[in-house]
């Protein structure tokens, strides 16, 4: 899967795994807000996308995090999170087939700037 050294990337992946998170809620929190509750799973699971070949790898990978997070609290089987595991997997490799902005045009200072993204960064 693609690491997302790219900071777009990383920011969209971040935002499927916090959504997965928010709806799975594992640990059935009544009061909570993202990124604060799950951030530092999600950092993790964010870091182990590189590395893993397939949903059934992810879900693994997530019951393993959540244990080391949660322990006996997390009260979640290694299916249920390959079936959490799949739905983000399937989000991110929707995200990474779709097309992906080589230019960007905008207008600042009554100006009409065009850039284009050289290795992702926005060059004038």
Known sequence: MNDGH???????NYQIVALH??????????????PDEY??????IIKVLPHVESSDELGEQLYWIMQKYF????GCTVQECVKVAVGI?????KQQKSPQPIAAFQ???N?????????????K
């Open 6 to 12: 790219n900071k777009q990337t990383r920011e969209l």
């Open 21 to 34: 998170m928010m709806q799975w809620n594992p640990m059935n929190l009544r009061e909570w807000c993202l």
């Open 39 to 44: 951030s530092i799973e999600i950092e993790h």
């Open 71 to 74: 322990g006996v609290y997390a």
């Open 89 to 93: 997997y399937t989000d991110i490799q």
């Open 107 to 109: 207008f600042y200072d």
């Open 111 to 123: 100006q009409f700037i065009f850039g284009t993204y050289t290795n992702r960064l926005y060059k």
